[in-house]
T-cell receptor, first 112, second 115 residues
Framework: KQEVTQIPAALSVPEGENLVLNCSFT??????LQWFRQDPGKGLTSLLL?????REQTSGRLNASLDKSSGRSTLYIAASQPGDSATYLC???????????FGAGTTVTVRA | EAGVVQSPRYKIIEKKQPVAFWCNPI?????LYWYLQNLGQGPELLIR??????VDDSQLPKDRFSAERLKGVDSTLKIQPAELGDSAVYLC???WGSGATGELFFGEGSRLTVL
């Protein structure tokens, strides 16, 4: 069974600081990894999807890296803004059975 | 383009009552998922459909939960009878492609409170 862990569970940073969010997974045989954003009381919004053959994916201020051998992915958010305050979840699709497993998320607060 | 639509957004019922949730996926997406999310946790898969076929329902509590996806488009998730522990957010998602390999798009969720 794929276990996905996100540490820390929460963090608070001042506006303008770069954010680094971590995601680790136990089974390195993944098909892809996705990062999502969830605002309170809302559904999940897809941010980035990294295929297993890729090392990183970028969209605007967001950059996600993938290191399958170590079972890790990192989401970088440059020059954080108060609007970036949300919970960020990662999810890995296991190649063996195509099951998608989510982490519990990291709740980010960006202080103005 | 319309996103994934779910209804109702909120539902409050007493235990042992039935409840149903409806989902309309993004047009053209053949794969549909129902997830359950408890507070402070990541979503957990209940069932995954590819077209009309339920290809993964191993986590669906079949004694009280049922789901259907008629004509491979809309889907309904039913709970009968509801228990206190069923209070959670029920999320529907859709994607293109087979397996859980495509980018997932989620609806706003249906928040269930069982009293």
């Amino acid at each position: 069974k794929q276990e996905v862990t996100q540490i820390p569970a929460a963090l608070s940073v001042p506006e303008g600081e770069n954010l680094v969010l971590n995601c680790s997974f136990t089974d390195s045989a993944i098909y892809n990894l996705q990062w999502f954003r969830q605002d309170p009381g809302k559904g999940l919004t897809s941010l980035l999807l990294i295929q297993s053959s890729q090392r990183e994916q970028t969209s605007g201020r967001l950059n996600a890296s993938l290191d399958k051998s170590s079972g890790r992915s990192t989401l970088y958010i440059a020059a954080s803004q108060p609007g970036d305050s949300a919970t960020y979840l990662c999810a890995a699709t296991r190649r063996e059975d195509y099951k998608l497993s989510f982490g519990a998320g990291t709740t980010v607060t960006v202080r103005a | 383009e319309a996103g994934v639509v779910q209804s109702p957004r909120y539902k409050i019922i007493e235990k042992k009552q039935p409840v149903a949730f409806w989902c309309n996926p993004i047009s053209g997406h053949n794969t549909l998922y129902w997830y359950l999310q408890n507070l402070g946790q990541g979503p957990e898969l209940l069932i995954r459909y590819e077209n009309e076929e339920a290809v993964d329902d191993s986590q669906l509590p079949k004694d009280r939960f049922s789901a259907e996806r008629l004509k491979g488009v809309d889907s309904t998730l039913k709970i009968q009878p509801a228990e206190l522990g069923d209070s959670a957010v029920y999320l529907c998602a859709s994607s293109w492609g087979s397996g859980a390999t495509g980018e997932l798009f989620f609806g706003e969720g249906s928040r269930l409170t069982v009293l």
